[in-house]
Nanobody
Framework: QVQFVESGGGLVQPGGSLRLSCTAS????????IGWFRQAPGKEREGVLC????????VYSPFVEGRFTVSRDKAKSTVHLQMNTLKPEDTALYFC????????????????????WGQGTQLTVSS
């Protein structure tokens, strides 16, 4: 059974940093493009970034480029999302998922291409 579990969320002051983790079981992360998404209350789910091992490419959404980075811990089947210079508008429930339609990232993150969504981890940026 495939399962994604997100963790690491919390309350951070504006300008602060936090690292989220996405741990997968039941599949090999190297075989999929992995996406991070977020959803704020009353808003649609939006793509944050996508990372693909196959072509060593990471696609960032414009609103996080330069602030967020991603890394993999292959031994732990985990993808980390490092978030820096956080803003109140980054407040959302963050999810990771695997792209079942592509093995590499597309320039636009479309949530319908992804599956195996976890429960998410909440990030709140507030003073």
């Amino acid at each position: 059974q495939v399962q994604f579990v997100e963790s690491g969320g919390g309350l951070v002051q504006p300008g602060g940093s936090l690292r989220l983790s996405c741990t997968a079981s039941g599949l090999n992360l190297d075989d999929y493009a992995i996406g991070w998404f977020r959803q704020a209350p009353g808003k649609e789910r939006e793509g944050v970034l996508c990372v693909s091992t196959r072509d060593a490419v990471t696609v960032y959404s414009p609103f996080v480029e330069g602030r967020f980075t991603v890394s993999r811990d292959k031994a732990k089947s985990t993808v980390h999302l490092q978030m820096n210079t956080l803003k109140p508008e980054d407040t959302a429930l963050y999810f990771c998922a695997a792209n079942l339609m592509r093995t590499v990232c597309s320039p636009i993150l479309r949530s319908y291409e992804y599956d195996y969504w976890g429960q998410g981890t909440q990030l709140t940026v507030s003073s």
